[in-house]
């Protein structure tokens, strides 16, 4: 829920700031409306530095899986583990060096934007309630539970996905490295599974790594 909200302010603020040539200039807001906004941003801190977090590791996953599908092709079985292990602990490195920084610029540019928004188009009626909501606790609980609902949602999801995806994914692969002129892969890097996202780009890799 907190995530769908920042997204959608995103939105609107990118549309705002578009059209902020032909507008008018916004009426002075007041200071209690400031107030109920800074709360707002407040309750939604959370949400802005998960974006800022999934904005660092999902390069990186990428990457992650990328490299495990190079340790079975590229590198000797026996220097598979130590290669994998440094890789891992350079993409470690990465996030914890880069997730700060990035945090920080999220937290600091959404009272520009997301404040902006909800500056020109909430009523401080309506920051009132959406804070309320945001407050109760059947909003907490919902958030508690979103991410046991979604991780079963997706585990099903994949799980009858998988058998009609798969097969056209390696007829693409297939096809890909014919326009290419590549050999064939060999099974042990055959495409990635659907179901095989960025949140888990680890798992390659550290299977890469174990390999003998």
Avoid at 81 to 94: F, L, M, P, S, T
Avoid at 161 to 168: M, V
Wanted: hydrophobic share 45%; aromatic share 2%; charged share 25%.
């Amino acid at each position: 829920m907190k995530r769908t909200i920042v997204v959608a302010l995103l939105a609107s603020a990118t549309l705002a700031h578009a059209q902020g040539a032909s507008a008018p200039a916004p009426a002075p807001v007041s200071a209690a409306k400031k107030e109920l906004v800074q709360k707002v941003l407040l309750l939604q801190q959370p949400a802005i530095e998960n974006m800022a977090r999934s904005l660092v590791e999902q390069p990186a996953g990428q990457m992650m899986q990328a490299a495990g599908r190079a340790l079975q092709q590229q590198v000797p079985a026996e220097k598979r583990e130590a290669v994998g292990r440094g890789i891992e602990a350079d993409v470690k490195k990465y996030v914890d060096e880069s997730y700060p920084v990035v945090r920080e610029r999220a937290v600091k540019i959404a009272p520009t934007t997301i404040g902006a928004v909800l500056e020109e188009k909430f009523t401080d009626d309506e920051l009132k309630q959406l804070i309320a909501w945001l407050e109760s606790s059947v909003n907490k609980k919902y958030l508690q539970l979103g991410a046991e609902m979604q991780n079963g949602f997706m585990q099903k999801l994949v799980a009858e996905a998988r058998p009609l995806l798969d097969p056209k994914l390696q007829a693409l692969e297939t096809r890909v490295r014919t326009s290419l002129g590549v050999p064939a892969a060999p099974a042990s890097a055959a495409p990635a599974a659907v179901g095989s996202a960025p949140a888990k780009a680890a798992a390659p890799a550290r299977k890469a790594s174990g390999a003998k």
